[in-house]
């Protein structure tokens, strides 16, 4: 994937595999990006089974992945105390806010903070 740098938040990964055609076409053209929150949640998603982990794996080793530094621990800590978040939310809007990039997302809880960060649902 080429073009516009995005945040790939795991509701829309989730919908990406199951193969959900508004996630597909919005990821379309796009530079995808993932937090390392997202690679955990999706590969503790209830709906992968033992047998195909190894290909969980291999998809998500398409997509650029990032870390949690200073900026995201920190960032985090604010927004999970300041707007409730789940911490696994907060880390990946930090990530995307980190980052300066959009976050494409299902989940519409991130609209209490959309005014921090450009959250696109999907």
Known sequence: MSGER???DTS???DFVKGVDAVAAALTGKE???SI???IEFLSWPGLSE????EARAFLNEYAS???GDFIRDYSAWLKRTYKLKLP???IAATAKN???PLLTRDKGFNKIAHLIDVRLI
Request: hydrophobic fraction near 60%; avoid cysteine.
């Open 37 to 39: 929150i997202t690679e």
């Open 51 to 54: 047998e195909r982990i190894p």
């Open 66 to 68: 990032n870390g949690i």
């Open 89 to 91: 939310d907060a880390v």
């Open 6 to 8: 995005v945040l790939v």
């Open 12 to 14: 829309a990964m989730v």
């Open 32 to 34: 995808a990006q993932i």
């Open 99 to 101: 980052l300066n990039v």
